[in-house]
């Protein structure tokens, strides 16, 4: 067990919210918030132009954990999940056997099939117990499912907290839309007053699930960072977890956010995922 400090709120944990922006409504799949402090919609193209790293602070980042999922001893560093999803009015009963590892890959496998009650099976694996940290950067390289009511995510969340909060989604995605992703943190404030800060991205030229792409976020003290193939594509200073997550993949089907999922699509659908990696400062902060 290696434990530096970690939480997390699933897709399960998360509401249907109506967003007034400039006079705009967007649907969000999320904690309800009443602070929104970002511009809402990044358009990239015709590649992706975005900020310059972030400038280096004392110490370089070392790997402190990782999984190159080679192969299925790779699962005792995992939790994998056995549970109906009853949130958020999802579809999906989640399977330890829809996780595997194939050709160096994590395979994440959603399936039209009826499974206890069930007309869909999914996976999801969490990092609850095993690795759950404060600070630090993560990469994720993984190619993403495509399809209406398909919703894969990476989160942060909190195994200490009722609320599930805070909550770090470091990757977004709805299946219909390959070329957009959402990037956010939830909070709740000493009031109870639950608040987020979010991007909604989108690539002119890029369909994530096409080809493999790297997903990356630096939490820090005062700062969380999140960036895709090396450039940063959004960032907020409003607010930092300054308790353990742990790491939660999953894809989802169906619900509020992503709509139902489309009777015509061609099933199984697959995430793939090539290597998860936590680094840390030689200092063991994430400073």
């Known amino acids: 067990m290696f434990i530096c400090s970690l939480l997390i709120i699933t897709g399960d944990g998360h509401q249907e919210e109506k967003i007034m922006v400039k006079n705009k409504t967007q649907s969000h799949n999320a904690s309800i918030s009443n602070v929104d402090y970002q511009p809402k919609t990044i358009i990239q193209g015709p590649h992706l132009q975005s900020q310059p790293q972030p400038k280096s602070r004392q110490g370089q980042w070392q790997l402190i954990w990782n999984d190159e999922f080679q192969n299925g001893a790779s699962f005792k560093d995992w939790n994998l999940q056995d549970w109906p999803s009853n949130k958020n009015g999802e579809w999906q009963y989640y399977t330890p056997e829809n996780v595997k590892v194939r050709a160096g890959n994590l395979v994440i496998e959603s399936k039209r099939e009826r499974f206890k009650g069930r007309e869909y099976t999914s996976g999801a694996l969490t990092t609850e117990n095993k690795l759950e940290f404060t600070y630090g950067k993560i990469d994720i390289r993984a190619k993403l499912p495509k399809g209406q009511g398909v919703f894969p995510a990476f989160w942060l969340v909190n195994s200490m907290n009722g609320t599930w909060l805070p909550e770090i989604d470091m990757m977004e995605n709805l299946g219909n839309a390959p070329n957009e992703l959402y990037f956010v943190v939830h909070w709740q404030d000493a009031n109870g007053t639950k608040k987020r800060d979010f991007t909604h991205f989108i690539s002119k030229d890029v369909d994530y699930s ?31 977890p300054s308790t353990p997550l742990f790491l939660y993949l999953n894809t989802a089907i169906g619900g509020n956010w992503p709509g139902p999922p489309s009777s015509s699509d061609q099933y199984p659908k697959e995430l793939l995922i090539d290597y998860v990696r936590v680094y840390q400062k030689h200092d063991g902060s994430g400073q």
């Open 210 to 240: 096409k080809d493999f792409h790297l997903y990356s976020l630096i939490w820090e003290k005062d700062r969380i960072i999140w960036l895709v193939d090396h450039q940063i594509v959004f960032q907020t200073k409003h607010f930092s």
